[in-house]
């Protein structure tokens, strides 16, 4: 089962019956608590009805507002509601489109939205709906401190919740709301679709006279078009529509674009009907890019629809980046099929190889990883250890993906230690201290003007450099060229002074860090430790007794034998 099965069944199920809310609620938190790992939302059970009352009577009062500030437009025909997802946590957001097209073409979302939106063709703010009671829920399943393993366990129940959620508003809020009224003697209703922020949407209903009905079918949208959609110089530029009134399919904007890269993204129907028109899939930019360099965020069946039409798997761009590169954060079927369909996984760009800028993302296996290797991908001069130690980590991979890139490289016969003065070790060191650094002064930046902080993503270099160290990377290794403050000349990695906490210093010490060891300033890590104590009101020294007493207690202990390096 994947981790949408659950969501499309529960669905499926409210969409049929259309139970009020808090029936609704309480219809998918029991099926979450039935499904596998379902003990995990006990918590919310209880919690979900006094925490989500009055939830509906805020939305139907959010969609009244909006309506008051921006009224809906007279000509609209269906109405698309976001679905919160990572893109969007805790956020719903309500488009109009003047036009319901059939299934097949999306109910007509490939086209212009008409509201609510601002000037660049983004969201209105008022157009946008927060949600923190599910936030609040989440938290009580431990989403919010969930390890990649306990959110692949809840997962499956946070997707069917927010899409049960978002269409039980929807069913039971739209009939109350003031602009359902204006909408009650109109033959075609208002017709609804809700989906995620990838643009994947199910029908939902029409409102006729405040009751729901089965969204009625709808005939091709390709029908008249305004300046704007057949302009390929504007924001509004419609591919199928400028095609539909004679278009050059070849045509380029002032920017050198070609159409279909001016009016990205595309749909299928989009390369249908630029093959029909006779569209050349190789054309290019003016930098260079061809269509699949351009498109790789688009959905792989539109990816594989532009290749039999004609378009390159294997082109480089003007500036020598193969479009295979482009895909390196994909789904690992995605880059293993575009190679298959003819991409070049060995090709360069200069002396940068596929696996060098692949290695830092964990959307490859190892068999993955083994695959590419079998067919000839090697690294290029930059230590793929390196590469990880600069990027760190962050928890849209799993922790088990990294372990085996390390792996695979040290398989490989790769250098854990570099020759260079900074190892891969002392990289990940390095940016586990500036992190906070740059946190730190920003923190003063926006204290002064009175704003609030940011919380920075988590690169978890420290994990890294513990990682590293299991795996046999030299915990003595010296910084010969020294940058005060943070890292004395001729330093060991026990001197980098970060003491937020004492985790880094305990796993140095076990992996055979020397605590005796002098810097060019005839200084041990201990003496920068004990100086650090003086700033304790500093973010980066709140850990530092911690510290202090772990180089305090390994310095007593050392014997002159470290223990053996890595695992």
């Not at 976001?82 to 299934?103: M, R």
Request: include cysteine; aromatic fraction near 8%.
């Amino acid at each position: 089962m994947d981790d949408f099965t659950l969501q499309r069944s529960v669905f499926r199920h409210i969409a049929k019956t259309r139970p009020s809310f808090d029936q609704g609620i309480k219809y998918v938190l029991g099926r979450i608590s039935e499904a596998p790992h379902g003990s995990l939302w006990t918590p919310c059970v209880a919690k979900a009805p006094k925490l989500l009352a009055g939830m509906l009577d805020s939305w139907v009062a959010w969609m009244d507002r909006l309506d008051k500030a921006t009224p809906l437009l007279e000509n609209t025909e269906v109405l698309w509601f976001e679905v919160p997802s990572e893109l969007n946590p805790a956020l719903t957001s309500v488009s109009a489109y003047d036009t319901l097209g059939p299934a097949s073409e999306a109910y007509g979302m490939d086209e212009p939205r008409t509201w609510p939106e601002n000037e660049d063709g983004t969201t209105h703010e008022s157009g946008l709906w927060r949600m923190p009671q599910f936030d609040q829920l989440l938290a009580l399943a431990g989403w919010e401190t969930a390890d990649d393993e306990l959110m692949g366990r809840l997962r499956p129940g946070v997707y069917a919740l927010h899409y049960a959620a978002t269409a039980l508003l929807v069913l039971n809020g739209l009939p109350r709301t003031s602009l359902a009224a204006r909408w009650m003697k109109r033959p075609k209703g208002l017709s609804v679709a809700i989906g995620w922020a990838s643009g994947d949407c199910d029908p939902l209903g029409t409102v006729v006279d405040r009751a729901w009905q089965k969204m009625r079918r709808a005939k091709a949208i390709l029908t008249a078009s305004s300046p704007r959609e057949i302009d390929i110089e504007t924001f509004g530029f419609n591919l199928r529509k400028y095609l539909a009134a004679g278009g050059d399919p070849n045509a380029r904007n002032s920017e050198g674009q070609p159409a279909m890269i001016a009016a990205l993204p595309l749909s299928l129907q989009d390369v249908r009907a630029l093959k029909d028109a006779g569209a050349d899939f190789t054309a290019l930019d003016s930098q260079g890019n061809s269509i699949l360099t351009r498109s790789w965020l688009e959905p792989f069946t539109v990816i594989r629809r532009l290749i039999r039409c004609g378009a390159n798997p294997d082109t480089v761009n003007g500036k020598g980046m193969p479009a295979l590169f482009e895909f390196r954060s994909r789904p690992w079927k995605d880059i293993r099929e575009l190679i298959l369909l003819g991409a070049n996984p060995k090709r360069k760009e200069g002396d940068t190889t596929f696996l060098d800028v692949a290695i830092p993302y964990g959307n490859i296996p190892r068999s993955g990883l083994d695959w590419l290797w079998k067919r000839g991908v090697r690294f290029g001069p930059t230590s793929p250890f390196e590469t990880i130690a600069k990027w760190g980590f962050l928890d849209q991979w799993p922790r088990k993906s990294m372990r085996e890139r390390l792996d695979f490289c040290l398989a490989k016969k790769v250098p854990i230690d570099s020759p260079k003065t900074c190892t891969p070790l002392w990289t990940a060191i390095l940016h586990h201290a500036y992190d906070l650094v740059s946190y730190e002064k920003h923190l003063a930046e926006q204290s002064k003007q009175g704003a609030a902080p940011w919380q920075p993503l988590n690169h978890d270099h420290a994990w890294i450099a513990r990682l590293l160290l299991e795996r046999g990377a030299n915990p003595n290794a010296r910084f010969r060229p020294g940058q005060p403050p943070l890292v004395a000349m001729n330093a060991t990695p026990l001197m980098v002074q970060r003491y937020d906490d004492d985790k880094l210093v305990k796993a140095l010490l076990k992996h055979g860090a020397d605590p005796t060891l002098k810097s060019a300033e005839g200084k041990t890590a201990l003496d920068y430790a004990r100086r650090a104590q003086k700033r304790k009101d500093r973010l980066a020294n709140v850990g530092v007794d911690a510290v202090v007493k772990q180089l305090e207690r390994a310095e007593a202990k050392w014997t002159g034998k470290p223990p053996k390096r890595g695992k």
